[in-house]
């Protein structure tokens, strides 16, 4: 018997024929109403723990170049040797519960727009990083500026992503010089959602807050978050001067540094999932404390990414059941450091926006969901373990993200939710379809999925078989041709323009 | 910056050349190692048991055209008006937790095969009930014989799938009058792992047993658990008599039912999630209970099966966040009850193994997982809606399913997994590759995804430039043509083949 009954009713009833809402923006502020998931108890996250305790007291961390960075803990009272600094027991986590907010507003360009990170909000933001795009037309290529903006244009446009996210694609036709002028640039000018500046040496890390503080104003920006940094950890246990430079350039103007280790397990950390946890779990917080050592209280992320590795080829792995397992158990670590937690999102190795990208997304971020993650990066259009943005599998995680919000809502458990009037009313053996329950709950009962295909496989036919990249490849163009700019204050755009032309204008012109 | 660094190594360093392990086969016992997430509050859940318990005592359930089960009814206390079935607060539950079993044995052919259903056990079964099937070369066509044939060896080689399933697509061009015979026949002779018997009326149920006696012995399976039945409550609140009779065969033979509502939101119940719960717990209880009067402690699973509506069309949608969040309380629901526990799999709406039912399939598969599902039917090969059964889609369910696997073990925190000796070993700032931590930890460190595609983007395009669900079109191939059939008592062979010859003898041959 089984549920072959799922077949498609033609016309859909009085309730089928309901409209989908015009415009079903979300709310910037999102804020998770559903528990977070527990998987490991007391005892293996005080095993965990003390063992990050145990790396950072007998091993240590190199902080290399950064006299500043050398001279700041040794201040705080860690044991500092050459650039090898060893930290006394408990030392880092007191500096980290000293100061660190556990939630903050990172304020956008329209104040509508305004998220909060940490506590028990959500924040979904677009993939980044990767040197290549791709899209079903013209196949895998190097990012441009286009490519760029049209991104930026496409996280505006979702009702789903709360965030403009940073560097989106790598912009190579551009000179890497001054890449992140152009950038930042378009972030403000082509989006109003929140947005992160450059950290590739902590001169552009000026540059975007410079920049930022002709949009929001400068007193305003001292005291108020507006933009992030996301900052790579060189694991194992190493902090380079580029990324500590960045991070205090945040730290210093009371912006947002996200600090992440990067541990593929087997190569940057140990193989065993566990240990590369305890190693992300070290190595995290000491990037966290520096920015409280710079300035306490500066709004700080507590960032992970661990990927595990293909036993076939080495290769790195994403979205497996290892790194999931991880994620739950760092963001239980998280809670109890009292940090905002930023975890995953979308991840795949998958070179298109087929199934195996879909299967590892969906796990990646579900297991982000559940394990409490503040703030998620790579939540839409990640492929290729990172090396590819996706026009394709950016739509489709955007639907994706949708499903998220309505996760995280949970269920409601009042008479109306309960539903036993409905019962009363439609009685045994008939449907519900008509009933006054549910024409009165329909419009807001079920998540109205964009890219997913419910039709009959016949209609599907009609409409030409298409697969949910070819899809997502049409609803793509449709948003670009729709996509109008925000407004913005003549003032502001021209400040900012004539910032990156005078900036463009002093800094040699480099490509790599 | 961001994770760019995820770029392939080439060659893969000496743990990169290890080979894959030739035979990766599971244990049929499948044992749950980390928590359920617990979603619902006390309140919340304590608001929906007495909203099924309101249904069950004011609106009550009927049983069309089978007077035992109304006489079971009546003498256990319930009201009885006609066909109508109400029942007093607590006379279900009580029935239930009076002698349900907790957890049991399904025996295999294979003693090696036999699986535990209940408790922290999982059992994996492939998709159910499809009248057509699908591959990339043959396009959607109705469902043969040949086809069954093909699915019950695909799932005897799975090495994650520990159950061998029922009717994993119906095969239509044989007579339906005599498709039991030859579906159990397949399933004994091209599998030994457990299975499920015809449903569809009582006298194909009681064939399916009688099969089974000639296989496992007539004693045995009076005492012994060797064969399930899938029995859809017929929603709203209706039982039919095909259904109950079937249930009260296997009930009196000591066989497993497995009831399930099967509930399409607005349709067969309320729109409202938190309500189709109320009613799927009304309405399974209602079966579990019965098949206790029949027999106090004949083996029995609660099932559930939830679905959400397209609002544009009014067409059941497949892994939405209504659902998923249904099946966490639902698991909560059953964990209270008592009873062995059925939930989703891997369900879509998508027509092709696409992103779209990947997504899908990814995140009702996660939710049946973290809901502590005992029996997951629709594990693997489910597309559009229950309506297709996928060859691609079963090849990378499967692989699914296996990191399930990994997943249910959770994360160890013994000295080993913590990996001190390798932070010792490596030290700062090098790779963890050759270490001895490494080397002794590398073959059972990762999942080793079957279906993932993890190479270059330059091997991949030399490769072809395959999707998954084209990958998979060659795996499945590749598995037919390996597969080789498990031994079978030539006495017991003989036995079942004069059964179903004689019984396709007395049987008027029917077509629908």
């Known amino acids: 018997m089984g549920e072959t009954r799922a077949r498609r009713r033609e016309g859909g009833g009085r309730a089928g024929r309901a409209a989908r809402p015009a415009d079903v923006a979300a709310p910037a502020i999102l804020t998770r109403q559903i528990p977070t998931y527990e998987l490991m108890g007391e005892e293996g996250l005080a095993a965990i723990e003390d063992a990050a305790d145990q790396i950072l007291q007998e091993i240590g961390i190199d902080f290399r170049g950064d006299e500043e960075a050398l001279r700041l803990w040794r201040e705080a009272g860690a044991d500092v040797q050459g650039e090898r600094v060893r930290f006394p027991r408990g030392l880092v986590r007191g500096i980290i519960q000293a100061s660190t907010p556990r ?20 924040v ?12 079903l037309d013209g196949g895998r290529r190097y990012g441009t500026l286009e490519d760029f903006e049209a991104f930026v244009k496409l ?28 950038m930042v640039y378009a972030h403000l000018r082509y989006s109003d959602k929140p947005f992160m500046g450059s950290v590739t040496i902590p001169e552009r890390a000026a540059d975007s807050i410079a920049m930022a503080k002709l949009a929001f104003g400068e007193d305003f920006v001292d005291q108020n978050c507006v933009i992030l940094g996301n900052i790579n950890v060189n694991s194992p246990l190493v902090y380079d001067s580029a990324m500590t430079g960045a991070l205090r350039a945040y730290a210093a103007a009371n912006q947002c540094t996200v600090v992440v280790p990067f541990i593929l397990g087997g190569a940057m950390g140990p193989v065993t999932t566990t240990g590369a946890i305890a190693q992300a779990l070290a190595e995290a917080m000491v990037g966290v404390a520096l920015t409280q050592l710079v300035r306490p209280g500066a709004p700080v992320i507590f960032g992970n990414f661990l990927s595990s590795m293909s036993l076939k080829s080495g290769a790195p792995t994403f979205g497996m059941p290892e790194p999931t ?21 979308s991840l795949t190795a998958s070179k298109v926006a087929d199934a195996q990208s879909a299967q590892e997304s969906s796990d990646s971020l579900m297991a982000s969901m559940l394990s409490g993650a503040n703030f998620i990066l790579h939540a839409a259009g990640w492929l290729e373990g990172g090396l590819t943005m996706g026009y394709e599998k950016f739509i489709i995680d955007c639907d994706h993200v949708g499903m998220m919000h309505v996760l995280m809502k949970g269920l409601a458990t009042d008479d109306n939710a309960l539903a036993l009037d409905a019962f009363r009313e439609v009685g045994v053996g008939k449907h519900f379809l008509g009933c006054a329950h549910t024409l009165s709950n329909y419009r807001t009962a079920f998540y109205d999925a964009e890219m997913a295909d419910n039709d009959s496989f016949e209609q599907w036919a009609e409409a030409g078989s298409l697969s949910s990249e070819a899809r997502a490849a049409r609803r793509c163009k449709e948003i670009l041709a729709a996509y109008e700019a925000p407004p913005i204050d003549p003032a502001v755009d021209e400040a900012l323009r004539e910032f990156v032309a005078r900036r463009k204008a002093d800094l040699p012109e480099a490509w790599y």
């Open 124 to 135: 979904f933001s677009p993939a980044y990083g990767s040197p290549f795009v791709r899209d």
């Open 103 to 122: 939630q903050f507003k990172q304020h956008a360009r329209n104040p509508e727009r305004t998220v909060i990170i940490g506590g028990d909000h959500v």
């Open 325 to 345: 397992l991880g994620y739950m158990v760092v963001g239980q670590l998280a809670r109890r450091l009292g940090a905002p937690l930023r975890l995953g999102g």
């Open 155 to 182: 996280a505006y446009a979702s009702p789903w992503l709360n965030h403009s996210g940073g560097t989106i694609c790598e912009p190579v036709d551009i000179p890497v010089s001054t890449r992140h002028l152009d």
